[in-house]
């Protein structure tokens, strides 16, 4: 019987590792094994995972059980770490109930799909399904809508998010290959605009689809884990701006293609103690609308609290909290990771927070 795995796909700060959380706390004795895939060379994504407390988080018989891979998107690595990781993880003694893979807020879930008809694992793990995640808040505000009227409020106020920026694709290759979308955050958009966001969305993926509304992730993982779809049969459904990429040879481990990943860029900042958040969150604001940020996610050291503070921005949308203990031995630092399209001034950001 093939161990079934569930993609987690969905754009930056929809909240997939939110999600990821619940699934983990609500696992119900299933033993779930988590890959993290990261866009940048801080591990945000799998420290925020860990750092809930979670029982099963922590590592097991010497073995981690978050496989974080950061060297890059998956679909563009996935020869390299992709492959070694998914074998690494069926040999071990103790097998997963199920696999659950959040992919970078900037991969294509495709590419990645199409890797588990390689021979080496094929025969012993099934795409259970690919559940995309949507930040229907950022939608109602027109970011990446087909909508011409709502992507010309847009540009009024940011010329790069016009229907030809390489954001709109990714954010439609993630919709088409969905089994499931979770239209995430609707605690913040009115009901009527709900009902048009679904509407549009459903009109632009593939049939049957199912569509769930929540916020803050809060779903049973009986409805995510078990879709039973196979997704990796079901590629020629699944249409991609970037067909053009992706070879038909299953078997070729040199699986390299150009999707405009270089549009992109990060780089981690390291501050020191940070005693006012909110000042800094102030400074991150200006940073984001001076310099076209998408994303800032990271920690700081608060002096005098014994937790860790968490900061997460998309756009001009931030959020922060303190989520556990700094642990005795170790070190408090605060660290940011910012992440925007390729050619950021990362000197002047550096500059601007140590200022």
């Known amino acids: 019987m093939k161990i079934p795995a569930t993609v987690i796909t969905g754009f930056l700060g929809a909240g997939k590792t939110t999600l990821i959380r619940h699934l983990l706390e609500n696992a119900n004795g299933k033993k779930i094994a988590l890959v993290i895939n990261e866009f940048g060379d801080l591990g945000v ?21 978050v496989i974080e891979l950061a060297n890059g998107c998956i679909c563009c690595t996935v020869a390299d770490e992709f ?34 008809n390689w021979p080496e694992i094929k025969t012993r793990v099934t795409v259970d399904g690919v559940v995309t995640v949507i930040d229907t808040h950022a939608v109602d ?59 549009d969305l459903q009109a632009r993926v593939r049939d049957h689809v199912k569509f769930i509304e929540t916020d803050h992730g809060q779903v049973d993982p009986a409805i995510l884990l078990g879709l039973d779809a196979a997704a990796e049969d079901d590629l020629h459904h699944r249409h991609s701006h970037h067909e053009h990429d992706d070879h038909d040879d299953d078997d070729d481990h040199d699986h390299h293609h150009d999707h405009s ?20 969150e102030n400074k991150l604001l200006a940073l984001v609308d001076a310099h076209d940020i998408l994303r800032i996610k990271g920690f700081l050291d608060v002096p005098g609290k014994p937790m860790r503070h968490v900061v997460q921005g998309v ?5 922060r909290y303190f989520d556990r203990p700094w642990a005795n031995d170790e070190p408090r630092t605060s660290q940011l990771v910012i992440i925007g399209k390729h050619g950021l001034d990362k000197t002047a950001i550096e500059e601007a927070l140590a200022s």
């Open 45 to 65: 994504d799998r420290e925020m995972v860990k750092g809930c407390g979670i029982a099963g988080c922590e590592d097991e018989d010497g073995n981690d059980n």
């Open 83 to 116: 492959l070694p990781t998914m074998e690494a993880l069926l040999e071990r003694d103790n097998l997963p109930d199920h696999i659950v893979i959040e992919t970078s807020g900037l991969a294509l879930p495709k590419p990645l799909v199409k890797a588990f």
């Open 141 to 199: 505000m027109g970011r990446f809508a087909d909508d011409e009227a709502t992507i010309q409020k847009v540009r009024e106020s940011d010329e790069s998010l016009d229907h030809d920026n390489p954001l709109e694709e990714l954010f439609e290759d993630q919709l088409q290959c969905a089994d499931m979308v979770l239209l995430n955050k609707t605690d913040l958009v009115e009901a009527t605009r709900l009902t048009e966001i679904k509407s």
């Open 261 to 280: 990943h270089d549009e992109f860029e990060s780089f981690s900042v390291s501050l020191g103690p940070i005693a006012d958040p909110v000042d800094l």
């Open 315 to 319: 756009g001009p949308r931030f959020q």
